[in-house]
Structure formats: structure tokens, C-alpha cells
């Protein structure tokens, strides 16, 4: 996560390419509240970066929203909702809510 945080966008961008969110969705799938934790964290960190890369470039898409949903992220992430624990639960529904369009319910 650190490298997500404190690192630059060519250095994200790079770690993207090099199949960074292909571990990070292999790795939502884990029933350890603590490692989906961080992983949650590092998402939505890779989704800020590609946000900044898309305006800076004028990209209509933030590529790093499409290589996760390319790879299965989005329904992993959306089952997560129903993760029992609550800080899982939050982190999965800030991306959804900041980065997805949400159905209503009727």
C-alpha cells in the first residue's frame, strides 16, 4: 500500500501494467477481514491515481476503474457489502459510492 500512497503516478501506472490489480483481486477473495482491509485501501488508492491520470490526459474512463472491472474486481468488491465485518463493509461501499454508479432498489 505504501508504494500506492506515496509513490507517483508512473510508478502506479507501472505497477498496474505489471498486473498489480490481477494480485489485488485474486487477493478479495480472502476471508481475512485484515488483509481485505489493505487491499480495499490500496484499490481505492490505484482508483484515486487513475481519477488523476484520466483529467490530467482528458480519458473520459479512469483506466485503472477499467483494468479492475476487466479483471472481476467490481462483483468481488460489490459481494463484500455483505462482509460481516463493518470496516470491510465500508471501505468496499466508499469505492462503489465514490467511483460506480449504484442501483436503487425500485
Known sequence: MNA?????????AKMVENGLLECLVFLLESKDAEVLDVVLRTIWQILNWGA?????NNCEENPFLLELDNKGGVTLIEKL????NNDVYMKALRILEEYFELETPF
Open 4 to 12: 500506492t500512497q506515496k509513490g507517483s503516478l508512473a510508478q502506479v
Open 52 to 56: 488523476i491520470f484520466a483529467r490530467e
Open 81 to 84: 457489502q455483505s462482509h460481516p
